[in-house]
């Protein structure tokens, strides 16, 4: 059984930055990309920014130059450096990752930014 575990998520002010954190855990045998999604309060859920194991990413334009995704191979962990911050990122941010073949979604941690 895989799960994934985010941290990192809290209140900062517009301008602010906040790096999020996602492990994977459990028996692992591959992962070929790792993500972030978002999802606030009445909107879908959408892409912030993902990562394949070879290090190839991928950023929505919203977030290019603010954010920047990094994979740590050997933690089986992704992160989410997030600078700039502006009320728009406020959501629920959630991790994905394609862990043995198969999509895996960790539980979402919240991130508020006041203006």
């Known amino acids: 059984q895989v799960q994934l575990v985010e941290s990192g998520g809290g209140l900062v002010q517009a301008g602010g930055s906040l790096t999020l954190s996602c492990a994977a855990s459990?028996?692992?045998?591959?992962?070929?990309?790792m993500g972030w999604y978002r999802q606030a309060p009445g909107k879908q859920r959408e892409l912030v920014a993902t990562?394949?194991?070879?290090?190839?990413?991928n950023y929505a334009d919203a977030v290019k130059g603010r954010f920047t995704i990094i994979g740590d191979n050997a933690k089986n962990t992704v992160y989410l450096q997030m600078n700039s911050l502006k009320p728009e990122d406020t959501a629920v941010y959630y991790c994905?990752?394609?862990?043995?073949?198969?999509?895996?979604w960790g539980q979402g941690t919240q991130v508020t930014i006041s203006s």
């Open positions: 459990g028996s692992i045998f591959s992962i070929n990309s």
């Open positions: 990562i394949t194991s070879g290090g190839s990413t």
């Open positions: 994905r990752a394609l862990v043995n073949y198969a999509l895996q």
